[in-house]
């Protein structure tokens, strides 16, 4: 279960190259040989059950995943991108004494009481060992994701042998995929999409992974063209910035299967564009950390613009009242999943997980959305992040797309601010593309052209230069909420 499939490929076709990275390309033997002789180092180092790997996207991450599995520990992928005491808080809640790195990261943690294995000092092609391989139970723990932590500190998600498996198995059933696809991966492992998708899926499959350890849109084009890549999968500012290369055609995405789009709400107007220029649809998919990345997406055969697909094959979805009762088809409501995905809790937070939990095993996402008649999931915004104007609900998401179709906005993103009068009142900040120009009472006129009405069109439009955002690029609307709380109505 997941480990083996990475050694019956090295055994089959041994010479093919499974990964490329920026440090080179490693056929299926040299990835395999390594996994198993890190994993045998790695069972030798540490005796706690747990191992981090804070590495770039590349053959190394990939090796020092198999290596953790193979040594009969857990892993726990560590953002690099997080502040230190996150990191430093990861460290003591996963209980890790030992994290697989490289120089350039292992700054990160100096000062921790931790043995360091540096991967650059492994030889590329170690000696051939054949590892006995570990049979875990579907329940047993195989990875400790943590979330983002934008908000506090981040959460440990416990992923069992059986969540992975499944959700990679369906995911790949959902949309399709074959071993003749290539894969792009420019989403950093250490997130769930990145993971089940770059990862677990290709080696499943047998498929190439061409990584990109540090996103460049000049990098990533290039990487389409030199090898033909047929999935992709990237965040929406990704794309975002494919669309202003001046040089990038329709023929460099014509061998393209499905371009995926997740981490975060795809903006329309990117999706518009994407497809008119490049002449290729971009697939929105839905997905948490709770769920091992993918539950919904968009595949090339059934997708509805907007949406975020249907569910994968297993997958439930309820879409709930206030009082956890199931609405009517068509409404909005707080949307609850259940499958063999979902997680098995929050480590070391059974308090937090009894609260995400219902008496029959949905998982609350806290994510509002709705089901229309032929089964295609739409996410609306986040539950804590509804703005309730005099009674009315305004959902920051379709407000913030409204915005967007203004030819002089770049992104918006809304938020509620809190009215004596009216409870709380719509308050946006927007980003304007390059050169352009437009007045906050331009755009509320815009609004009210595209039909919206006037309790959702906001009543404070600023225009910034940036939004503050997470390490994986997730805007902050907690932050935005309190500057706008924090300043006084123009």
């Not at 509804?386 to 407000?399: C, N, Q, S, T």
């Not at 052209?449 to 997730?474: A, C, F, N, Y």
């Amino acid at each position: 279960m997941i480990i083996e499939h990475l050694f019956h490929h090295a055994d089959r076709k041994g010479d093919d190259v499974a990964i490329v990275d920026d440090r080179g390309q490693y056929t299926w033997r040299q990835l395999a040989g390594l996994s198993a002789a890190l994993g045998q180092y790695l069972a030798q180092q540490t005796t706690r059950p747990t191992v981090g790997i804070l590495l770039p996207s590349s053959a190394g991450f990939v090796a020092s995943f198999y290596a953790t599995l193979l040594a009969g520990k857990t892993a726990v992928p560590i953002n690099f991108l997080l502040g230190e005491k996150e990191v430093a808080h990861i460290v003591q809640d996963s209980g890790i004494d030992t994290i697989v790195t490289i120089p350039q990261l292992a700054e990160r943690v100096k000062g921790l009481t931790l043995k360091i294995i540096d991967i650059t000092t492994l030889p590329p092609t170690p000696p051939a060992i054949v590892p006995k391989l570990p049979n875990p139970s579907p329940d047993d723990r195989a990875v400790l994701l943590y979330t983002s932590g934008t908000s506090n500190l981040p959460k440990g998600v416990t992923l069992s042998y059986g969540n992975l498996h499944s959700d990679v198995e369906l995911s790949i059933e959902h949309a399709q995929l074959k071993q003749s696809h290539s894969f792009l991966g420019i989403v950093p492992l250490f997130h769930s999409t990145g993971l089940l998708a770059t990862l677990l899926a290709p080696v499943r499959l047998g498929s190439k992974t061409v990584y990109i350890a540090r996103f460049s849109p000049v990098a990533t084009i290039k990487a389409i063209r030199e090898h033909a890549l047929s999935i992709l999968v990237a965040v929406p500012s990704m794309y975002g910035a494919l669309l202003r290369l001046k040089d990038a055609s329709p023929g460099d995405f014509s061998q393209v299967y499905a371009a995926l789009s997740g981490g975060e709400p795809l903006p329309g107007a990117i999706r518009e564009a994407f497809e008119a220029r490049f002449n290729k649809p971009l697939l929105e998919g839905y997905g948490l950390t709770e769920t091992i990345g993918p539950i919904a997406f968009n595949v090339p055969e059934h997708r509805k613009p907007g949406s975020v697909g249907r569910p994968i094959p297993s997958a439930e979805v309820r879409v709930v009242d206030d009082q956890g009762h199931a609405v009517v088809q068509g409404q909005i409501g707080e949307v609850w999943l259940r499958g063999p995905m979902i997680m098995k809790g929050y480590h070391n937070r059974p308090d937090v997980t009894a609260e995400v939990m219902s008496a029959d095993k949905f998982f609350k996402t806290g994510d509002l959305g709705m089901i229309d008649d032929e089964g295609f999931l739409y996410i609306t915004g986040r539950k804590k992040e509804m703005i309730i104007v005099a009674g009315e609900k305004a959902y920051p998401r379709e407000i913030e797309e409204t915005l967007a179709r203004h030819p002089s906005v770049g992104e918006a993103a809304v938020v509620g601010k809190k009215d004596e009068s009216r409870g709380e009142v719509v308050v946006a900040f927007v980003i304007l593309k390059e050169n352009a120009s437009v007045t906050q009472d331009i755009l509320r006129d815009f609004c009210r052209q595209q039909g919206m009405p006037p309790w959702k069109t906001p009543r404070e439009i600023h225009i910034v230069t940036d939004l503050p955002r997470s390490p994986t690029g997730k805007v902050l609307k907690r932050v935005l909420a309190e500057q706008a709380n924090a300043v006084t109505s123009p």
